[in-house]
């Protein structure tokens, strides 16, 4: 009997564990409602608008805005604007509502607003030709390559995102994208002699502005060479 209980809490764990997983790839995917998602290192501003509807504007002394999420925790700023930077990747919650400052007990009610700020991504490339340095002769000619990205979020959260990507051909500091090349793998056929660079840029699939190049990585982009195979050398012979 106790063995039975020991496996069905742990079924019960992996299955919790499984909800809590599910990949989100648009805002109605998170475990709780959210007006916005951001990416990490913008400016988040939010305004608490004045307008009460059929042309009357409602015009408080002052406006109260509570961090929910960080404890309750009221804010310095008193307009109906908050500006705020520097945000930790996550959940955010902040409340508003006005007030007028010559009557204690005139205040509106608080109005929610819950946004989520994405961590940014480290995206490298592996290559299958990583073994030998990705550098080949021109006798293994034609080459088949396969590419693979992998996306980390630099900052550890407890959700799972969906990530969208695009290969691009680089040459001569320009990159093209590459058509249909949108999987997080990517099969290169070298038919020619010299150098060919490739990167991925991948994105949220909640938010596709939120896009990180691998190319700003230390293994992002990846350079396939193949040079020609050395001629049989002539040998000169000279006495003096």
Not at 78 to 99: K, Q
Not at 173 to 191: E, Q, R, W
């Amino acid at each position: 009997m106790k063995k039975t209980l020991q496996i069905s809490m742990f079924l019960l764990i992996v299955s919790a564990y499984r909800v809590s997983a599910q990949q989100i790839n648009a805002k109605a995917d998170f475990a709780q409602p959210v007006n916005e998602v951001v990416c990490e290192g913008l400016t988040v501003t939010l305004t608490a608008s004045t307008d009460a509807g059929g042309g009357l504007v409602y015009d408080p002394d002052k406006y109260e805005w509570i961090d929910v999420t960080n404890g309750n925790t009221q804010v310095a700023e008193t307009s109906n604007t908050l500006v705020l930077n520097g945000l930790l990747p996550g959940m955010h919650t902040f409340r508003v509502r006005g007030t007028v400052t010559s009557e204690s007990t005139c205040t509106g009610e608080f109005e929610e607003f819950t946004f989520y700020v994405l961590p940014a991504l480290d995206v490298t490339v592996a290559s299958s030709g990583d073994a030998n340095g990705n550098i080949f002769c021109s006798d293994e000619l034609p080459l088949t390559i396969q590419l693979t990205a992998a996306v980390t979020p630099k900052t550890t959260v407890s959700e799972v995102f969906g990530y969208t990507y695009q290969w691009y051909k680089v040459e001569g500091g320009t990159a093209t994208a590459i058509s249909g090349a949108t999987s997080s793998t990517y099969t290169v056929n070298a038919l020619a002699l010299g150098t060919a660079t490739y990167k991925v840029v991948s994105a949220y699939r909640v938010d596709g502005s939120c896009a990180f190049d691998s190319s700003a990585a230390s293994a992002g982009a990846v350079n396939i060479v193949v040079k020609p195979r050395p001629v049989k050398p002539t040998i000169t012979f000279t006495k003096s």
